[in-house]
């Protein structure tokens, strides 16, 4: 963990090209996915951030090869280590918890050290296990090891305790390799659980109802090799829309799945962004006005809550009330009071409602990056401030964001880091 800071220098226009990288929340699963089979995995578009480094690490500490060369990953799974995922590793990355399907699929057998709280909210593991306990596993109680066992893993029907992404994405890799049919109900859909289910039918899974709340999954004797290239990250695409369109710039931003931000796109309409839709990319253009609106996230295809806070950040601009509903998370308005340092006077209502009035002249202020949205939120706040913003705990903005700095300075922004 580095402590790195952004020096930004606000009020720039941005103009120009920028290429979205591959998304984080698809890379992460379909890395652990990778040790469903026992050969080669060749995996392209992999974001180069340190949350892909910390899986790699625990490939490594599973006696798992790897080669990195540009976005390339290739993962070698000849042979995986019946060994306990330890605490030093499992702390540093919440989505360790995806290493279990895959685990318990191929060894029968999993241990990994209880992944600690997160800042973002309280996120519970029981959907993950119940989903295993479906499947046939049985889960021990050992101390603060998560303990998970099976002869065999059997085809079931279910429906999950909630549409968690990592719970069903762990549901799915424990199932294809299942004796018989499973049916997973309340299935998460977002793209990276879409992209989870392509990859795994690129080596031979069979999975169908891949985008719905349903899931079919055909149980098959071996998964083999693939190659695979990572589908494009929609959250650092809508991240890129609106730093552009908070600064007043013009910029194309490329490789987009439009369909992965549909209601986004609505909503940026709603605000008054000016914005042209290309088959794989969007154009941003000055907007004359913007106009306060109602932001509510939910699960997928509903607004991402991993773009209320660089929403919001935009909202700061727009005119008249606009009410933030955070639906999915108790620890996701945090940037608020960070904002708050900027100039902003938010009303906050409880955890997860506020109020926003604009629009706001923000201000340069030393600010922390709280989590990895949150710390976007704070780089948006301070390309539109006046004067410099200096942020802090830039580490988290790098475990999910492929050199968010370079990539903006690239279409005129100023920002510094400070190593
Ligand atoms: N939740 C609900 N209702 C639901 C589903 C979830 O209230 O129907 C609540 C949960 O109780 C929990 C929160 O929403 O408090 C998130 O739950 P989930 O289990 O879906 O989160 P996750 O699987 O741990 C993934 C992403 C997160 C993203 C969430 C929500 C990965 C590796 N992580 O986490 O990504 O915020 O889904 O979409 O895919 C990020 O990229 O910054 C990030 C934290």
């Given at each position: 963990?580095?402590?790195?800071r952004f020096l930004v220098t606000g009020g720039k226009k941005l103009e120009g090209q920028i290429k979205v990288s591959g998304s984080?929340?698809?890379?992460?699963?379909?890395?652990?996915?990778?040790?469903?089979?026992?050969?080669?995995?060749?995996?392209?578009?992999?974001?180069?951030?340190?949350?892909?480094?910390?899986?790699?690490?625990?490939?490594?500490?599973?006696?798992?090869?790897?080669?990195?060369?540009?976005?390339?990953?290739?993962?070698?799974?000849?042979?995986?280590?019946?060994?306990?995922?330890?605490?030093?590793?499992?702390?540093?990355?919440?989505?360790?918890?995806?290493?279990?399907?895959?685990?318990?699929?191929?060894?029968?057998?999993?241990?990994?050290?209880?992944?600690?709280?997160?800042?973002?909210?309280?996120?519970?593991?029981?959907?993950?296990?119940?989903?295993?306990?479906?499947?046939?596993?049985?889960?021990?109680?050992?101390?603060?090891?998560?303990?998970?066992?099976?002869?065999?893993?059997?085809?079931?029907?279910?429906?999950?305790?909630?549409?968690?992404?990592?719970?069903?994405?762990?549901?799915?890799?424990?199932?294809?390799?299942?004796?018989?049919?499973?049916?997973?109900?309340?299935?998460?859909?977002?793209?990276?659980?879409?992209?989870?289910?392509?990859?795994?039918?690129?080596?031979?899974?069979?999975?169908?109802?891949?985008?719905?709340?349903?899931?079919?999954?055909?149980?098959?004797?071996?998964?083999?090799?693939?190659?695979?290239?990572?589908?494009?990250?929609?959250?650092?695409?809508?991240?890129?829309?609106?730093?552009?369109?908070?600064?007043?710039?013009?910029?194309?931003?490329?490789?987009?799945?439009?369909?992965?931000?549909?209601?986004?796109?609505?909503?940026?309409?709603?605000?008054?962004?000016?914005?042209?839709?290309?088959?794989?990319?969007?154009?941003?253009?000055?907007?004359?006005?913007?106009?306060?609106?109602?932001?509510?996230?939910?699960?997928?295809?509903?607004?991402?809550?991993?773009?209320?806070?660089?929403?919001?950040?935009?909202?700061?601009?727009?005119?008249?009330?606009?009410?933030?509903?955070?639906?999915?998370?108790?620890?996701?308005?945090?940037?608020?009071?960070?904002?708050?340092?900027?100039?902003?006077?938010?009303?906050?209502?409880?955890?997860?409602?506020?109020?926003?009035?604009?629009?706001?002249?923000?201000?340069?202020?030393?600010?922390?990056?709280?989590?990895?949205?949150?710390?976007?939120?704070?780089?948006?706040?301070?390309?539109?401030?006046?004067?410099?913003?200096?942020?802090?705990?830039?580490?988290?903005?790098?475990?999910?964001?492929?050199?968010?700095?370079?990539?903006?300075?690239?279409?005129?922004?100023?920002?510094?880091?400070?190593?």
């Amino acid at each position: 963990m580095h402590t790195h800071r952004f020096l930004v220098t606000g009020g720039k226009k941005l103009e120009g090209q920028i290429k979205v990288s591959g998304s984080k929340n698809a890379a992460l699963p379909i890395i652990a996915a990778s040790l469903l089979t026992d050969e080669p995995v060749t995996l392209t578009n992999v974001p180069d951030i340190a949350d892909i480094a910390t899986m790699e690490h625990i490939l490594h500490f599973l006696g798992v090869e790897t080669s990195v060369e540009g976005d390339t990953m290739k993962i070698n799974p000849k042979a995986v280590a019946n060994v306990e995922i330890e605490h030093e590793l499992v702390s540093k990355l919440r989505a360790s918890i995806l290493f279990l399907g895959p685990l318990l699929a191929r060894n029968k057998e999993v241990r990994l050290a209880f992944p600690g709280g997160c800042v973002i909210g309280k996120r519970p593991v029981d959907a993950h296990l119940m989903a295993f306990e479906e499947l046939g596993a049985e889960v021990l109680e050992d101390g603060d090891i998560l303990h998970i066992k099976c002869d065999k893993l059997v085809g079931a029907k279910f429906t999950m305790t909630e549409a968690s992404v990592t719970a069903t994405e762990n549901a799915i890799m424990a199932a294809v390799l299942a004796k018989g049919d499973t049916v997973i109900r309340l299935a998460a859909c977002e793209p990276h659980v879409q992209d989870l289910c392509n990859f795994l039918n690129s080596m031979g899974a069979k999975i169908t109802g891949i985008g719905t709340h349903k899931l079919k999954i055909k149980g098959v004797k071996k998964l083999k090799g693939t190659k695979y290239r990572i589908t494009s990250d929609y959250l650092e695409a809508g991240t890129l829309v609106i730093a552009a369109a908070i600064t007043g710039g013009s910029v194309d931003i490329l490789d987009v799945n439009p369909n992965h931000l549909d209601i986004f796109w609505q909503k940026l309409r709603e605000v008054g962004v000016i914005f042209e839709l290309g088959e794989d990319m969007v154009r941003v253009l000055p907007s004359p006005e913007l106009k306060a609106i109602r932001l509510q996230t939910a699960v997928f295809p509903s607004f991402p809550t991993d773009l209320q806070a660089p929403f919001a950040t935009l909202l700061t601009q727009a005119k008249g009330t606009s009410f933030i509903f955070e639906t999915l998370f108790d620890g996701r308005l945090q940037y608020l009071y960070e904002l708050q340092k900027m100039g902003l006077e938010p009303r906050i209502i409880n955890p997860y409602q506020a109020e926003i009035t604009g629009p706001t002249k923000l201000i340069g202020a030393s600010v922390s990056s709280c989590d990895l949205r949150a710390g976007a939120a704070v780089v948006l706040a301070a390309l539109a401030a006046e004067g410099e913003t200096e942020i802090s705990n830039v580490y988290y903005i790098d475990r999910g964001y492929e050199r968010l700095d370079e990539k903006l300075n690239s279409i005129g922004a100023s920002i510094k880091r400070i190593k």
